[in-house]
């Protein structure tokens, strides 16, 4: 390439047009066209039956449970529930694969055109259109005997089917992503509503969401690279990663004037790149399956589920704010999960303060699960019992050091405030003032030398005073007020 040739080319500018699938795993008891269960954690090839397995004569059966959390998932997306909907057979052949094709929706899927709000990289609100979410079957999972797990050095592979027929939801964005951050901020905000929503838990640990990426390349010169599809992304930081690395390839290609594949590549995490996996295949592979009737969603049937959405987390951070007047940044914590939003207004309902409620759950709340390691499910401070101890702390019976003495122990014996404060050694309303006085009075005399810097007004950045507070605080086990201790230091350092 001369050097003129590469002047021009440094003033093109890229644009990346990125469209994200989405496959989530739907909450049901049972598979999406029979009974099995859908507990994967089982023996390998147990949850299994002559319909996930594709035998000869075995009829499919469709889930309703499946069409009802696939309603939900679509509500919390803004779409559209549509009242005809069908199913193919995507016809293909890989091990995973029982029965040689994979039964999904595909043409008419059972909701349509939704979006997702997110902030582009300039900070302004942007929507990703959703085109539509469709049904369908899992397939099974293959495991590689290589150390790493992978197919690639493994000298045999198993197939376990247990999750072949699991109830899937995908969800096809538009291509209105033109980012890295954007596309995970967008999978983020996606994930927070359909697990509020109830359709699935979208826990990633587990498998229960997985993405795709179709990455693409617009130049200002005029010229449109072709899509390539990134598979095996299965975390919000290898989506990042596989999309920067994609668009930077791809841009590479298009300045040396090459022509961008349409094909499939797979992301290495470990390598940081992805390769070729097969090109991009045009023939029609989808028949409408001669087994499931058309789906029909009755106007009823749309209505009773459309009532069962709960309030979304944006409406509910936005109502925090408003009425309760709690800060935006405390309303989002709050509002990250359904059960830490529910936990927090029954603390509300049993009458405690709302600001002061949300920062204890803000703080101490998620402090302690986070600690043990365990969910609101099996904290053992009930709401009503958090909402007696800050109600304590917001009429001065107990001080914040008493309250979180008095919480820790409830944490770990599920006891009563009452019975806490007792084991604790805490007393409503503190030590008395004589007392307090006495022990002010104890603390300065014992440290002399730290009261001559203070007096000489050579504590300008206050520790010293705050090193005397904490003599204090300590000399009356916590039970002082902390807000009060400057200014009775102060007046007894007056008449020394």
Not at 291 to 307: C, F, G, N, R, T
Not at 392 to 419: I, L, N, P, Y
Not at 428 to 435: I, L, P, R, Y
Request: proline share 4%.
């Amino acid at each position: 390439m001369s050097g003129k040739d590469e002047n021009m080319n440094s003033e093109l500018t890229f644009t990346p047009v990125i469209g994200i699938e989405i496959h989530i795993q739907l909450k049901t008891d049972t598979k999406i066209f029979c009974g099995c269960s859908t507990d994967t954690g089982a023996d390998p090839n147990t949850n299994i039956c002559p319909i996930c397995m594709g035998l000869p004569g075995a009829l499919p059966r469709l889930n309703a449970r499946v069409v009802q959390q696939g309603m939900l998932a679509g509500l919390a997306l803004h779409c559209t529930i549509q009242p005809q909907s069908l199913f193919f057979r995507k016809s293909y052949f890989y091990p995973d694969l029982p029965k040689g094709y994979q039964t999904s929706q595909c043409d008419l899927p059972i909701v349509t055109t939704g979006y997702i709000e997110v902030h582009d990289d300039e900070g302004k609100l942007k929507k990703i259109r959703v085109h539509h979410l469709h049904l369908e079957e899992d397939v099974g999972r293959l495991h590689h005997s290589a150390a790493d797990g992978r197919l690639e050095g493994a000298a045999t592979s198993y197939v376990d089917y247990n999750r072949s027929g699991l109830p899937l939801a995908e969800i096809v964005s538009e291509p209105d992503v033109s980012s890295a951050r954007e596309a995970v901020e967008y999978v983020t905000t996606l994930r927070r509503r359909v697990r509020y929503s109830g359709a699935s838990d979208v826990d990633l640990e587990k498998g229960m969401m997985r993405f795709d990426a179709n990455v693409s390349m617009k130049c200002s010169d005029g010229r449109w690279g072709k899509k390539v599809e990134v598979k095996n992304m299965n975390s919000f930081h290898a989506l990042e990663r596989a999309i920067e690395y994609e668009i930077k390839r791809q841009k590479k290609v298009m300045l040396q004037g090459g022509q961008v594949l349409q094909e499939t590549r797979h992301w290495n995490d470990a390598k940081g790149v992805t390769t070729a996996s097969r090109s991009k295949e045009f023939y029609r592979k989808f028949i409408v399956d001669p087994d499931l009737p058309p789906l029909v969603v009755s106007k009823e049937w749309a209505d009773e589920v459309i009532a069962m959405m709960p309030e979304m987390p944006d409406v509910k951070a936005e109502r925090y704010v408003e009425e309760m007047h709690i800060p935006p940044e405390i309303a989002d914590v709050l509002t990250d999960s359904r059960d830490l939003a529910e936990y927090f207004e029954a603390c509300v309902a049993a009458g405690a303060a709302p600001v002061r409620a949300a920062n204890w759950v803000r703080t101490e709340v998620l402090r302690t699960l986070n600690e043990r390691q365990i969910g609101l499910e099996d904290l053992k401070i009930a709401p009503r019992a958090l909402a007696e101890l800050v109600q304590r702390v917001e009429d001065g019976r107990f001080s914040t050091t008493q309250a979180k003495a008095v919480f820790d122990r409830m944490a770990e014996t599920g006891t009563a405030v009452d019975d806490a404060a007792k084991a604790c050694g805490v007393t409503e309303g503190g030590v008395t003032d004589d007392a307090l006085t006495e022990m002010i009075r104890a603390v300065l005399e014992a440290n002399r030398d730290v009261v001559d810097v203070i007096r000489s007004g050579k504590d300008t950045k206050g520790k010293k005073m705050k090193f005397l507070q904490g003599l204090v605080m300590k000399e009356a086990k916590g039970q002082a007020n902390p807000a009060e201790l400057p200014d009775r230091i102060a007046k007894l350092l007056e008449g020394l």
